[in-house]
C-alpha cells in the first residue's frame, strides 16, 4: 500500500492525522480510514436547562401587623379596574369628621375612596385605633371631643367605637367586670357625654354600629355594645347606621368572605378575623353613605330662591302684580274650530248617519217557554204533559 501510493520521504517519519487516528481507536485501521463509509453520527440530547421556580406572592402586612390574605380573581380584577379620578377639595368644602378605633380608620378610608370625586366633601380622620370608651387614662374621648371640633368646624360628625372596650372599667373608685350592671350603666354614660358634646355644637351625629368579630364571645359584647349606642344616639338627636348584617351570614354567623359593595365575592376580613381588608372597608362606608348625603343636605330645595345684597330700591315693598297667563281653551272632538266656549261634555254632537241606513239583520225571535213541545229535551217545565200516543195501527202491532 504504501508503494502504489509513492511511498513516503526517506529520513520522514510516519505522520498519522488526527482522524487517522481515531479511526484507529474506534477500530477499523488505516483501510477503514480509506474505504469509509457514510455512517449515521451519534446522537446527543440537548441538556436540560433547570425550571425557575416561580416566586410567591409576598403577603403585605396591615398598619396592625397582620398578613392580608391572597387575593382571588374578582378582587384582583376590582383593584385592576381604574378608580375615579381624585379632585381638588373645594374651599368651602363641607368637612366631615371620623372619630373612633382603628374600625373607625378603616371607615375613613372608606369614605375618602367613597367621596375622592366629590370636591364638594372633605373626610378629615381623627381615630385613636388604641381608644376606646373604658380606659379614659390612655384617651379621653368626651374630654377630646370638644377641642377637636372647634379645630375641625365639621358638618357631620361620625362615631365608630367600641373594638376596644371589652375589659374592666374604674368607675367610682372600684373596678367594675366587663358587662356588669355598673359597667353598663358607667359605660352608657360616657357614650352619652360623647353624643352630647356633638349635639352642644348643633353638628348633625352619625353613630356607626361596630361589626361582629371571629370570637363569638366578643361578638356578643359588640351586640350589647350596639344597643347602648342606638340609645345615646337617638337620645341626642343623632342617627343610628347598623353594619351588622353586611358581615354575617344567613344564620347571623361571622363571615371572613362575602358579596362587596357591587355584590361581588371577596375578602372582607383578614385572617385573624380581627382587621378588616380594603374591601370590608369600603363596604361599611357603603353603609354609611346614604344617611351622610342626608345630613349633608346633599339635594337643595329648588323653590328657594337666594337674592343678592345688590336689589334695586323697592323690589320687594308692596304687592306685585300677578304675571297674566294665556290659557288655552278647550278643544271638542268633533265640532267647528274656535267653539271653546262651554266645556267638554256640556253638549254632544252626535256624528251624521248615512243617508240610507244599512239593512239590519233581525234576529229570529224565540220560541216561548211554553211553545216548546211536550217531551223535547229543552223542555223544562214542572208538569209535563204526556206524550202524544203512537199512530194505532204501529200500537197494535206492537201489541200483537
Known amino acids: 500500500m504504501i508503494l502504489a501510493f509513492g511511498g513516503v520521504p526517506q529520513g520522514a517519519p510516519f505522520a498519522v492525522s488526527p482522524a487517522v487516528a481515531q479511526e484507529q481507536r474506534q477500530g477499523g485501521g488505516l483501510l477503514r480510514f480509506l474505504f469509509q463509509r457514510d455512517?449515521?453520527?451519534a446522537y446527543e440530547a440537548p441538556q436540560r436547562q433547570p425550571q425557575r421556580q416561580r416566586?410567591?406572592?409576598?403577603?403585605?402586612?396591615?398598619v396592625r401587623g397582620q398578613t392580608q390574605p391572597r387575593q382571588s380573581?374578582?378582587?384582583?380584577?376590582?383593584?385592576?379596574?381604574?378608580?375615579?379620578?381624585?379632585?381638588?377639595?373645594?374651599?368651602?368644602?363641607?368637612?366631615?369628621?371620623?372619630?373612633?378605633d382603628f374600625v373607625a380608620a378603616g371607615l375613613a378610608e372608606g369614605l375618602e375612596a367613597a367621596f375622592e370625586a366629590d370636591a364638594s366633601v372633605e373626610i378629615i380622620e381623627r381615630s385613636n385605633g388604641s381608644s376606646g370608651l373604658v380606659r379614659d387614662d390612655y384617651y379621653d374621648w368626651p374630654g377630646s371631643l370638644g377641642t377637636m371640633l372647634e379645630e375641625v368646624d365639621?358638618?357631620?360628625?361620625?362615631?365608630?367605637?367600641?373594638?376596644?372596650?371589652?375589659?374592666?372599667m374604674s368607675a367610682g373608685g372600684s373596678t367594675e367586670a366587663a358587662r356588669s350592671d355598673a359597667w353598663l350603666k358607667e359605660y352608657e354614660r360616657r357614650a352619652g357625654l360623647v353624643a352630647d358634646a356633638v349635639a352642644a355644637k348643633d353638628v348633625p351625629l352619625i353613630w356607626v354600629g361596630m361589626i361582629p368579630f371571629r370570637p363569638s364571645t366578643m361578638s356578643a359584647d359588640m351586640l350589647a355594645f350596639n344597643d347602648i349606642y342606638r340609645k345615646v344616639a337617638e337620645a341626642a338627636g343623632?342617627?343610628?347606621?347598623?353594619?351588622?348584617?353586611?358581615?354575617?351570614?344567613?344564620?347571623?354567623k361571622f363571615v371572613a368572605s362575602g358579596p362587596d359593595m357591587n355584590g361581588q365575592p371577596t375578602q372582607l376580613r383578614a385572617d385573624?378575623?380581627?382587621?378588616?381588608?380594603?374591601?370590608?372597608?369600603?363596604?361599611?362606608?357603603?353603609?354609611?353613605?346614604?344617611?351622610?348625603?342626608?345630613?349633608?343636605?346633599?339635594?337643595?330645595?329648588?323653590?328657594?330662591?337666594?337674592?343678592?345684597?345688590?336689589?334695586p330700591p323697592g323690589f320687594l315693598d308692596g304687592p306685585r302684580e300677578a304675571p297674566r297667563i294665556d290659557r288655552t281653551q278647550p278643544v271638542a272632538l268633533f265640532g267647528t274650530p274656535g267653539a271653546g266656549s262651554e266645556l267638554l261634555g256640556r253638549t254632544i254632537v252626535r256624528p251624521m248617519r248615512l243617508a240610507t241606513p244599512a239593512p239590519r239583520v233581525e234576529a229570529e225571535a224565540?220560541?216561548?217557554?211554553?211553545?216548546?213541545?211536550?217531551?223535547?229535551?229543552?223542555?223544562?217545565?214542572?208538569?209535563?204533559?204526556?206524550?202524544?200516543?203512537?199512530?194505532?195501527?204501529?200500537?197494535?202491532?206492537?201489541?200483537r
Open 73 to 100: 380573581s374578582a378582587s384582583r380584577a376590582q383593584a385592576a379596574a381604574p378608580a375615579a379620578a381624585a379632585v381638588a377639595k373645594a374651599d368651602d368644602a363641607r368637612k366631615v369628621l371620623v372619630v373612633g
Open 55 to 62: 416566586a410567591q406572592p409576598r403577603r403585605q402586612r396591615d
Open 238 to 252: 343623632g342617627q343610628f347606621v347598623d353594619v351588622w348584617d353586611g358581615f354575617v351570614d344567613e344564620n347571623g
Open 272 to 311: 385573624d378575623g380581627i382587621n378588616v381588608t380594603r374591601a370590608g372597608k369600603r363596604k361599611i362606608a357603603f353603609f354609611v353613605e346614604k344617611p351622610l348625603q342626608q345630613a349633608l343636605g346633599a339635594a337643595p330645595t329648588p323653590e328657594l330662591v337666594f337674592f343678592g345684597p345688590d336689589l
Open 154 to 168: 365639621p358638618a357631620v360628625v361620625v362615631v365608630m367605637l367600641g373594638s376596644n372596650d371589652r375589659q374592666a
Open 366 to 399: 224565540e220560541d216561548d217557554a211554553d211553545e216548546v213541545p211536550a217531551g223535547r229535551a229543552d223542555n223544562f217545565m214542572r208538569e209535563r204533559t204526556a206524550p202524544e200516543p203512537f199512530d194505532a195501527e204501529i200500537t197494535g202491532a206492537l201489541r
Open 39 to 41: 455512517q449515521p453520527q
